[in-house]
């Protein structure tokens, strides 16, 4: 069974720098998620696709995060010019075409901005 | 807009004795309801979800939730806890009538179950 796949696990980096996460979903869904968690919060919603198109955006996104899926296959979360506010757990979620479909999510990508 | 509140930063319980995860939350119209549990590095994973129909719903591990309209909650029970139920408890609600397919969380809730 191949669940939803996030990579890299882990990512140490300076601030100012630009990083990319990368999601890949099960392969039969296609509606996959973007969430951020910081520690002691719940999953905040960043974006969400059906496909390659993007639905929506929440708020918290800011100009310098940008989410992508070509193909409707796999996902992209680059985030430029990193802060040390931008630490925190990138969760990647996919769930069939359904609106009462539940969330599959990947184990993470932690990200620290030192 | 929808909201989650988790009132309870965490519950204690001891093994054998039932336990509840409180969750109330706030939609325009009706909600769709779910409860998700997140293991120490681990993913978070599906228990169980309300659309519509019967109030008591039953998901994974032996949970349950029910669904009171009129109190707008959805509290996840348990009839006998485990050890192993320790983890963090995350309510979740969909409006489909406005947010489409987007999920909110509520803040969570750790459960320790005491031996």
């Known amino acids: 069974d191949t669940g939803v796949s996030q990579n890299p696990r882990h990512k140490i980096t300076k601030r100012g720098q630009n990083v990319t996460f990368r999601c890949d979903p099960i392969?039969?869904?296609?509606?996959l998620y973007w969430y951020r968690q910081t520690l002691g919060q719940g999953p905040e919603f960043l974006t969400y696709?059906?496909?390659?198109?993007?639905?929506?955006k929440s708020r918290l996104l800011s100009d310098r995060f940008s989410a992508e899926r070509p193909k409707g296959s796999f996902s992209t979360l680059e985030i430029q010019r990193t802060e040390q506010g931008d630490s925190a757990m990138y969760l990647c979620?996919?769930?069939?075409?359904?609106?009462?479909?539940?969330?599959?999510f990947g184990e993470g990508s932690r990200l620290t901005v030192l | 807009a929808q909201s989650v509140a988790q009132p309870e930063d965490q519950v204690n319980v001891a093994e054998g004795n039932p336990l509840t995860v409180k969750c109330t939350y706030s939609?325009?119209?009706?909600?769709?309801l779910f409860w998700y549990v997140q293991y120490p590095n681990r993913g978070l994973q599906f228990l169980l979800k309300?659309?519509?129909?019967?109030?008591l719903v039953k998901g994974s591990y032996g949970f349950e939730a029910e669904f009171n309209k009129s109190q707008t909650s959805f509290h996840l029970k348990k009839p006998s806890a485990l050890v192993s139920d320790s983890a963090l408890y995350f309510c979740?609600?969909?409006?489909?009538?406005?947010?489409?397919?987007?999920?909110?969380f509520g803040a969570g809730t750790r459960l320790f179950v005491k031996a």
């Open positions: 979620a996919s769930s069939q075409d359904r609106v009462a479909g539940e969330l599959f």
């Open positions: 392969s039969e869904h296609n509606r």
């Open positions: 696709f059906q496909n390659e198109a993007q639905l929506e």
């Open positions: 939609v325009s119209g009706n909600p769709y």
């Open positions: 979740a609600v969909r409006d489909p009538n406005t947010g489409g397919f987007k999920t909110i």
């Open positions: 309300y659309i519509t129909g019967d109030n």
